[in-house]
């Protein structure tokens, strides 16, 4: 990897590496940048990235770089592209389902069990 940013509070599309000579530095990707969307698809963070760019043969990316929304146009190497985005943040699921497995689990287990990701 070539340059990489301080990775606290950071927007989880942030760009925070891009790999010297990749598909992503040769299309003209940058540290910092925002990944917006994936042809068409909108992206909230890096498994939405993963899940987006699996597979597919030409890659249209909407990026924000200094407030302008930029379309850049790229050919993967495989699934590889050559960039790293923000570590996903865990999110706390804000749902009250009544068939939740959470909910249902007995007393006193380690918190950690108790955790709702979502």
Request: net charge negative; aromatic share 8%; hydrophobic share 35%.
């Amino acid at each position: 990897m070539d340059t990489i940013i301080g990775e606290r509070n950071i927007d989880e599309r942030t760009v925070v590496s891009v790999e010297k000579n990749s598909p992503a530095d040769i299309a003209g990707i940058s540290v910092g940048d925002i990944i917006i969307s994936v042809n068409g698809e909108e992206i909230h963070d890096e498994l939405d990235w993963r899940f987006y760019t699996a597979d597919e043969e030409f890659l249209e990316i909407a990026i924000l770089r200094d407030g302008r929304e930029i379309s850049i146009f790229l050919e993967p190497k495989g699934n590889d592209v050559g960039i790293r985005l923000s570590p996903l943040k865990v999110r706390s699921c804000g749902n009250r389902c009544v068939f939740c497995f959470i909910d249902q689990l007995p007393k006193n287990l380690r918190k950690s069990l108790y955790f709702k990701d979502g």
